[in-house]
């Protein structure tokens, strides 16, 4: 099967599945043996093209051309292969642990919930084959609208007043802000495509490159970038496997992705870090860092604290890129899939945790890991990934990231990294220390709405949280294809060969192609 083939396969299969699983709606085992099936076939065609990449291939493919000179056309560049690897790896897990977790709380809706999810899959593979803006803007815009109705799923006012927030700042951001910035992009530079090196190079001064990353960084709402952030947070009223979905496979990682495409393929790092005119992001993405590491500190509902959680570590890769350094932009695209991987793991365990006994704040934590040790202790990798301590997959892009800042003498970047990796430190650690240390609370006993007499959640809930903890390690034990993916990104051009740069520094593992 050609690999252009394997390209629309990836775009096809979920939105088939969106349509045949409403005709099992009465049968929910066949309409989760669907999603199942459905979400291992991706897999596996995201799997052969991962191959083909690493093996140097760049498949491409032209739908149609709406007016000449814009089409809508597909092409598989290294950063788009990590994210679509990554959304097209979590879907299966999700799609496990959401059998446990829909049925385990006897939620409302359950077939309109996998019809919206394949379809919102399905967007994120557009999103990541993207060849140009007007492509990516288009499965942009579907993935804010299928995923709305997973956020107001529960139907109450709690989750209408948040699908609105949702719904007014990704589609206002986009309309108001992005649409102009590609529009303009166009009219200024005559093209649209992801170019290696970028396509500003002596067609945009300084001046109007600032302006336009600053429309693009803004107007990209779902990298949560301050003061663009709200609808994060408000959306956790949302059921647990929606939160993963937004913060690991799809929504959030869409939005840190185009910005570091938009970064690299369309400014070009050479050309950006020569102007300074994107010099303000770094301060940008900083301040998001720590602010809303500030904010996650004071947070006692666990759903709202890794909310914030995310909203920090998103600015982690912008300021990655930010940094506008070959290396700490390797850094950026590890940090996608380091983050994806760890934050559905604690998403994961934030749900077992209400499934089983109910628990939403972290004061009701206290002794958990006694009754839940499988949910906890994959709640301390995912914590101790997000501080970005080995032998976890945060490490990895921090690394990166510091490096790259020291070497280019940004020690703005250096004193954000370290001050935010503390207050991550602030706000994990006390969490684990207490449910494994501590006693339990004997007042818990007195809240109506805690269950006492309780183990772990249902076991598909405990399969997907354990296999997403097992890929917290795995990834830093063997980061090989990820670090090829990532340094192909920056590679102006050298062919890829079957031989993976050796990469500098790399602290455990290696590359996986010798």
């Given at each position: 099967?050609?690999s ?7 775009l ?7 349509l045949v ?15 199942i099936t459905?979400?291992g076939?991706l897999?596996l065609?995201?799997?052969i093209l991962l191959?083909r990449v ?14 000449p000179?814009?089409?809508i056309?597909f092409a598989i ?6 994210f679509a690897a ?14 446990g ?13 996998y019809m ?8 994120t593979?557009?999103?990541?084959f ?5 492509t990516?803007f ?5 993935l804010?609208?299928?995923?709305y ?8 006012a709690e ?9 007014i ?7 108001v802000?992005?649409?102009p910035?590609i529009?303009?992009?166009w009219f200024?530079?005559g ?7 970028g396509i500003?190079a002596g ?11 600053a ?8 990298a ?33 992705f ?9 400014f070009g790092?050479?050309?950006?870090a ?5 010099d303000?992001?770094?301060?940008i993405?900083g301040f ?7 904010i ?10 890794l909310a ?6 998103l600015s ?24 994806a ?10 749900g077992?945790?209400?499934?089983a ?5 972290i004061?009701?934590?206290r ?17 101790i990934?997000?501080?970005?301590l080995?032998p ?7 690394w990166?990231m510091?490096?790259?800042a020291?070497e280019g003498?940004?020690w ?14 602030g706000?994990?650690l006390?969490?684990i ?10 007042n ?5 709405d ?8 249902p076991l598909g809930i ?6 997403t903890a097992?890929g917290?390690?795995a ?12 340094s192909a ?7 890829v ?9 790399l ?6 192609h010798?």
């Amino acid at each position: 099967m050609t690999s252009q083939t394997l390209i629309i396969l990836a775009l096809v299969l979920p939105a088939l599945t969106v349509l045949v699983i409403p005709l099992f709606h009465r049968q929910p085992n066949l309409r989760e043996t669907i999603t199942i099936t459905s979400s291992g076939l991706l897999f596996l065609t995201i799997l052969i093209l991962l191959i083909r990449v690493l093996d140097g291939e760049r498949p491409s493919i032209e739908l149609i051309r709406v007016v000449p000179d814009l089409p809508i056309s597909f092409a598989i560049e290294p950063l788009g292969m990590i994210f679509a690897a990554v959304a097209g790896t979590l879907w299966i897990v999700n799609s496990i642990y959401s059998i446990g977790y829909m049925r385990g709380n006897n939620e409302p809706r359950q077939t309109q919930f996998y019809m919206c999810f394949a379809l919102a899959i399905s967007a994120t593979m557009g999103i990541a084959f993207a060849d140009n803006l007007f492509t990516l803007f288009l499965f942009y815009e579907v993935l804010t609208l299928s995923t709305y109705p997973l956020v107001t799923h529960k139907g109450n006012a709690e989750a209408k007043a948040g699908g609105r927030k949702y719904l007014i700042i990704l589609l206002g951001t986009s309309t108001v802000l992005l649409l102009p910035a590609i529009i303009w992009t166009w009219f200024l530079t005559g093209s649209m495509t992801f170019t290696i090196g970028g396509i500003m190079a002596g067609k945009v001064d300084g001046l109007t490159l600032g302006l336009l990353l600053a429309l693009y960084v803004f107007g990209i709402g779902k990298a949560a970038v301050m003061p663009m952030h709200g609808w994060l947070p408000a959306a956790m009223v949302a059921p647990t496997p929606v939160s993963a979905l937004l913060h690991a496979v799809a929504v959030v990682k869409a939005g840190v992705f185009t910005v570091v495409k938009v970064i690299v393929y369309i400014f070009g790092i050479d050309y950006l870090a020569d102007t300074g005119a994107g010099d303000w992001l770094l301060y940008i993405a900083g301040f998001t860092i720590l602010m809303a590491s500030v904010i996650a500190l004071r947070q006692d509902n666990l759903k709202r604290r890794l909310a914030f959680s995310t909203v920090s570590q998103l600015s982690y890769v912008v300021l990655a890129v930010a940094i506008l350094s070959p290396i700490s932009a390797i850094g950026a695209a590890m940090h996608i899939a380091a983050h994806a991987v760890s934050k559905i793991t604690l998403f994961f365990a934030a749900g077992s945790l209400y499934t089983a006994a109910h628990i939403t704040k972290i004061s009701q934590m206290r002794g958990i890991g006694r009754k839940m040790p499988w949910t906890m202790t994959a709640f301390a990798i995912g914590g101790i990934s997000m501080i970005g301590l080995p032998p976890t997959a945060g490490f990895l892009g921090k690394w990166f990231m510091l490096q790259g800042a020291m070497e280019g003498g940004k020690w703005v970047a250096v004193g954000i990294i370290i001050i935010s990796t503390i207050l991550n430190a602030g706000y994990f650690l006390p969490v684990i220390v207490s449910a494994f240390l501590r006693p339990v609370d004997p007042n818990a006993s007195k809240d109506k709405d805690i269950v006492t007499d309780h183990g772990e959640a249902p076991l598909g809930i405990v399969i997907a949280l354990t296999l997403t903890a097992a890929g917290t390690i795995a990834l830093f034990l063997f980061p090989g294809p990820l670090y090829e993916l990532a340094s192909a990104m920056v590679d102006m051009g050298t062919e890829v060969t079957n031989v993976a740069p050796e990469p500098p520094a790399l602290p455990v593992g290696g590359n996986s192609h010798e």
